[in-house]
């Protein structure tokens, strides 16, 4: 019996499809979609459900990010070692083209990207491990999206890389000029420049907490 007053054989595990990208460790997944004349029941996250599938992932922070319109771009942005973020993406409104580039030192994909769409209709998340620089596109106005993450913010090991970076090769969907991008964004890094990466052993470091900013409490103002 356990803790929660299950026992194994009671303990249910909702159905998950699996699919790698190009980059075999990012993954995307599905939940299978239950639907009745109530209306719909999906499992969006289940740790056990992903630890079967080989990606174990257990969440300490959720994010909720709304984009005003289209063409808004958010990223490239990361946290180095030992506060790498494994990120667990889904979109609840609109579209974005979601884009993953590699930097961890080794990695037969270093510097090489994958890229997906994730929109609601499909029921579709990204699993993004630690060691990759993440950045989105909106393809829609009214876009939200939900971060699930597996730690916290660390302000002193956040980093980014530019968007554009035409190094990178990226085929974004319009010209940079439609872009909506801050500021800070668009002074980012090129991949050439960087100096910090990640080995390929980042994905088993985990911290307890974040470092906090001076007001006692992790902000987290990348998005």
């Known amino acids: ?46 740790k056990r459900g992903l630890a079967q599938l080989g990606a174990a992932f257990e969440v300490v922070q959720e994010n909720h990010c709304w984009s ?32 993953n580039v590699d930097l961890r030192r080794g990695s037969p994909s270093f510097g090489q990207h994958v890229r ?36 916290e913010y660390a302000p002193s090991h956040a980093r980014g890389l530019r968007w554009n970076d035409p190094d990178l090769g990226i085929e974004w969907p319009v010209s940079e000029r439609d872009a909506i991008v801050l500021e800070r964004d668009l002074t980012r890094p090129r991949f050439r420049d960087l100096t910090e990466f990640f080995p390929l052993s980042a994905a088993s470091t985990r911290p307890t907490h974040a470092p906090m900013d001076q007001a006692g409490a992790a902000k987290d103002d990348r998005s």
């Open 116 to 151: 997906v769409e994730l929109d609601p209709e499909t029921w579709n998340q990204v699993l993004v491990p630690v060691g990759f620089a993440h950045c989105y596109w909106t393809l829609t106005d009214d876009v939200e999206v939900i971060f699930k993450l597996d730690c």
């Open 68 to 99: 005003r319109r289209a063409g808004t771009v958010r990223g490239f942005h990361y946290q180095l070692p030992p506060h790498g973020q494994a990120k667990l993406i889904r979109v609840t409104r609109g579209r974005i083209l979601d884009v």
């Open 1 to 46: 019996m356990r803790e929660d007053g299950l026992t194994s054989h009671e303990m249910v595990t909702e159905s998950l499809e699996a699919r790698s990208l190009d980059i075999p460790d990012v993954q995307v997944f599905r939940a299978e979609h239950r639907a009745d004349e109530r209306g719909y029941v999906v499992v969006t996250y289940t």
